[in-house]
């Protein structure tokens, strides 16, 4: 929410607690990494969606119609993740 109210120290101050409590919660890398995002941090966004991703292949609908990721949805790192996910499905 932090991001998103465009406390950026505030949002990566939380986002570092969150990831410091639990580095494997997956629900939360994939919001931070919406966070990210809306701040501007793509390649921060892109580093933890590189986690999540291959993990929560069931859960594709995430990155597939969320809006969040819209900014990223033509970013060949972006694309090379999900091809990779999708395609043994």
């Not at 995002?37 to 933890?48: S, T």
């Not at 993990?55 to 594709?60: D, F, K, L, P």
């Not at 609908?61 to 060949?76: G, V």
């Amino acid at each position: 929410m932090l991001a998103y109210l465009g406390e950026r120290v505030g949002a990566k101050e939380w986002a570092a607690r969150t990831m410091a409590i639990d580095p494997e919660d997956l629900n939360a890398m994939y919001n931070i990494a919406c966070a990210y995002l809306h701040m501007g941090e793509q390649e921060a966004a892109l580093d933890l969606l590189d986690q999540v991703i291959p993990q929560a292949s069931a859960h594709r609908f995430w990155w597939t119609s969320d809006p969040d990721l819209d900014s990223i949805r033509n970013h060949p790192r972006f694309k090379r993740l999900v091809e990779q996910t999708i395609a043994p499905l």
